[in-house]
Nanobody
Framework: QVQLVESGGGLVQPGGSLRLSCVAS????????MGWYRQAPGKQRELVAD???????NYADFVKGRFTISRDNAKNTVYLQMNSLKPEDTAVYYC????????????WGQGTQVTVSS
């Protein structure tokens, strides 16, 4: 089991910035990658970005150049720096860890609301 606690969401004006944090605890040695998904009202959950233990990153096209994912393995923490935020970035953001044992499986945080509005 892995427990995830997110923080850093909130209300920001268009063009502003926020940084999300997620701390993992529990069976952290089994983590292959950590990442962020988001879900807007009426839409499916979608990948925002993820990062492996080795530091390889993967970004959704809609955040490339605006968001940066990073990871502090010593603190078991993943960050998502979000710059140049747009109203369409409004969503609940979920931290996730990715694991492999015969097949891929995930753990999820409780989610943190990000609202981009003037």
């Amino acid at each position: 089991q892995v427990q995830l606690v997110e923080s850093g969401g909130g209300l920001v004006q268009p063009g502003g910035s926020l940084r999300l944090s997620c701390v993992a605890s529990g069976n952290i040695l089994s983590i292959y990658a950590m990442g962020w998904y988001r879900q807007a009202p009426g839409k499916q959950r979608e990948l925002v970005a993820d990062i492996t233990s080795g530091g390889s990153t993967n970004y959704a096209d809609f955040v490339k150049g605006r968001f940066t994912i990073s990871r502090d393995n010593a603190k078991n923490t993943v960050y998502l720096q979000m710059n140049s935020l747009k109203p369409e970035d409004t969503a609940v953001y979920y931290c996730t860890t990715k694991h492999f044992a015969k097949s891929w499986y995930y753990y999820w945080g409780q989610g943190t609301q990000v609202t981009v509005s003037s």
